[in-house]
Nanobody, 129 residues
Framework: QVQLVESGGGSVQAGGSLRLSCAAS????????MGWFRQAPGKEREFVAT???????????YYADSVKGRFTISRGAPTNTVYLQMNSLKPEDTAVYYC???????????????????WGQGSQVTVSS
């Protein structure tokens, strides 16, 4: 059974940092796209960042414009883990953050929820001003 389990959420003041972790189990995800989405109350789930498999042990990262330069996504060792380092947090970053995993789909970068087969349960991030 495939499971994605997030950890590391919490509350922080604006300008602070948090690191989210996602541990995937139940199959090998080394060649999978793994990414992060978020959903704020009353809003649709939106793309945050993704890592695309580009070769043995190598990945390429993509970011939403709203987080570029502040957030960093990385794959761990083993590569069934993915992290999201969030710096310079803003109140508008407040949301439930979801980890997701899905098979590589050609030239697509994993920016759409329907590109993913597996989802975590979500982790709340709250940024106060």
């Amino acid at each position: 059974q495939v499971q994605l389990v997030e950890s590391g959420g919490g509350s922080v003041q604006a300008g602070g940092s948090l690191r989210l972790s996602c541990a995937a189990s139940g199959r090998t995800f080394s060649s999978y796209t793994m990414g992060w989405f978020r959903q704020a109350p009353g809003k649709e789930r939106e793309f945050v960042a993704t890592t695309i498999y580009t070769g043995v042990g190598t990945y390429e990262a993509y970011y939403a414009d709203s987080v570029k330069g502040r957030f960093t996504i990385s794959r761990g060792a083993p590569t069934n883990t993915v992290y999201l380092q969030m710096n310079s947090l803003k109140p508008e970053d407040t949301a439930v953050y979801y980890c997701a995993a899905g098979p590589s789909r050609g030239q697509r970068i994993g920016a759409q929820p329907n590109e993913y087969d597996y989802w975590g349960q979500g982790s709340q991030v709250t940024v106060s001003s």
